[in-house]
């Protein structure tokens, strides 16, 4: 008896040893059945799935044999009356049987709890637990410290950042745009060198959802809302103060095309755009004395003059009538490339500008106090959501 339990221990713990998934597959020549149980073995089949099949081998075999001494035991109480001896082997081969099973019941439980995979029992497969895509994004600007937009992230919502934290200056080296178009909300965001919204500076597109790689230079960021109901229009004087009489030029809402997903936005250069009331008028509001010449005779006399464009200073004062956010930008067509070919930015409204209404005297001094040492050549306006 003694050595069936040591038989016994010796086969439990070698089921349970390499019932672990570290063994490869075997080749075998040999064809198994497949057990009811669902196990069976093939050329492809791993060890532990090999002990598997064998250990509901003989589960089975131990099951099927007690079910085999139980028969035998009834067949010799029915023949008792007519062998009296066989009563008291039909008593043994029960007892026995029943303590074989015992043992047997023992020994599943002890395997299946130290290693559940063994159990036979539960013939239907687990479900797999489902996998849910993971929660969309919050809409907003996230600005990465690493290229590719990975995770960690921080996230800001349509609001400029005058100052950017501090571990986030000149560390800003790619940015993801969410849009929220169930709510027709699109984010507008524009990187500055300096602090106050100026300086060089970098638009992201909004039309991509990554900008992969950038120069790590930002120390303030203007984000903002591109609205779909702005109105009202955007004034450019020749003098300050609003003044109309030393010429102007309106851009009206009905001006400005599409670009963010067809949205509108303008774009012109300064020297196409000139002092003539709006853009469709072809007549010089300019005083006469006021006017740039074209032509001078031998005398220093002038003989043509032509109405003034927008480059240069010639912008004295910006009036913002509406919802928009207006740039003057230094287009460098040759430079292509993380910071380019916008060079320099100045943003109206800036931070310091309460009223979101312009610039009542534009102060050139500021603007063109940068490395480059040039002027904005370009114009860029974007209705926005204030």
Known sequence: MGKKIKFLICLLFLLVFFSANFCSAVNLEVKYPEL???????????????????????MFVGFFSVFLSLIWAGVLYFISPVKPDSLSLAKDRAFGAISGLVLIVCIYLIVTTINPALAFF????????????????????????????????????????????????????SVKTIHDKDNNIFYVSILYENPGLSGKCLFIDPNKLCTEKIENFASSVSI????????GKITFYRNANFTPDGGYLTIQSSDIQGYINNKKIFSQTLESLKFTGSLNSSECNVPVKDQ???????????????????????????????????LFVYYDENKNNSTGPWTFCQEFPTSEDKNKNGSRQIKWVNIYNNKLGKLPNSIIIVPIDL
């Open 292 to 326: 740039d010449c074209v032509l001078w005779d031998n005398k220093g006399i002038c003989q043509k003059r032509e109405c003034p464009n927008l480059s240069g200073k010639n912008i004295g004062s910006a009036e913002i009538d509406g919802k928009y956010l207006v």
């Open 122 to 173: 539960s013939t239907v497969p687990l479900k797999k637990t489902p996998q849910f895509p993971p929660a969309p994004q919050t809409p907003g600007v996230y600005f990465y410290k690493k290229e590719g937009c990975p995770p960690p992230d921080t996230i800001v919502n349509a609001s400029s950042i005058p100052i950017l934290q501090q571990n986030l200056i000149n560390r800003i080296t």
């Open 36 to 58: 009811s149980t669902g196990s069976k073995i093939t050329d492809q089949t791993t060890i532990p799935l090999y002990f598997r099949y064998i250990f509901d081998f003989l």
């Open 224 to 231: 903002n809302k591109y609205s779909t109901t702005a109105y």
